[in-house]
């Protein structure tokens, strides 16, 4: 069975730091997505990671696929209030047939 | 706005009732996914139709059922409700061939089982 283990599942941090979020499994993924979803509403696709090593840039948030594809992270630099919510990693790979493989999530709290 | 919409927005029912619940798919997509998310947690994969058929299955109860309509929208339906069903139930879809799977969900139906 494929499994994505996101960490920290909690973090709250003040306005202006910088933050990294961890998405791993054991599984190689042919692909990795992040979604982030607010209170309420549904996720959001934020980006995907197809090759390993992979590195993509949207705007403070840097993404990155790790070489092997079983792992990937999010870093927000200088974080602010709009960052907070809850940050989704879903893998997508032959094993998983038609379906992503769904991380719990890291619920990301930015203070003012 | 992702383009997949949801009806309705918020259901208020008692145990042991059955609801459907609603969903249209982006223009051209093929694929809608059903998803059950409980308070503070992460998205529990129920069911996937492509194109009418039934593609993929996860954690979904004998007491749910879905269905996917010629003109793709498709409904889920849940019976014999219980305390623990109450939760946001969102439908996603997904472009036909697409290579990564990549899903759009819409706002969701806050299910409230009394």
């Known amino acids: 069975t494929q499994l994505l283990e996101q960490s920290p599942q909690f973090l709250s941090i003040q306005e202006g730091e910088n933050l990294t979020v961890y998405c791993n499994s054991s599984?190689?993924?042919?692909?990795l997505q992040w979604y982030r979803q607010e209170p309420g509403e549904g996720p959001v696709l934020l980006v995907t990671?197809?090759?390993g090593g992979e590195v993509k840039k949207l705007k403070r948030l840097t993404f990155q696929f790790g070489d092997a594809r079983k792992d990937s992270s999010l870093h927000i630099t200088a974080a602010q209030t709009g960052d907070t919510g809850l940050y989704l990693c879903?893998?997508?790979?032959?094993?998983?047939?038609?379906?992503?493989?769904w991380g719990a999530g890291t619920k990301l709290i930015i203070k003012p | 706005d992702s383009g997949v919409t949801q009806t309705p927005k918020h259901l208020i029912t008692a145990t042991g009732q059955r609801v459907t619940l609603r969903c249209s798919p982006r223009?051209?997509?093929?694929?809608v996914y059903w998803y059950q998310q409980s308070l503070d947690q992460g998205l529990q994969f129920l069911i996937q139709?492509?194109?009418?058929?039934?593609?993929a299955k996860g954690n979904i109860l004998e007491r749910f059922s879905a269905q996917q309509f010629p003109d793709l929208h498709s409904e889920l339906n849940l019976s014999s409700l219980e305390l623990g069903d109450s939760a946001l139930y969102f439908c996603?879809?997904?472009?036909?061939?697409?290579?990564?799977?990549?899903?759009?969900f819409g706002p969701g139906t806050r299910l409230t089982v009394l």
């Open positions: 996603a879809s997904s472009m036909a061939g697409s290579s990564y799977n990549e899903q759009f």
């Open positions: 879903a893998g997508g790979g032959a094993d998983s047939n038609y379906q992503l493989i």
């Open positions: 990671v197809v090759t």
């Open positions: 223009s051209g997509d093929l694929s």
């Open positions: 139709y492509y194109n009418g058929e039934e593609r």
């Open positions: 599984s190689v993924f042919s692909s």
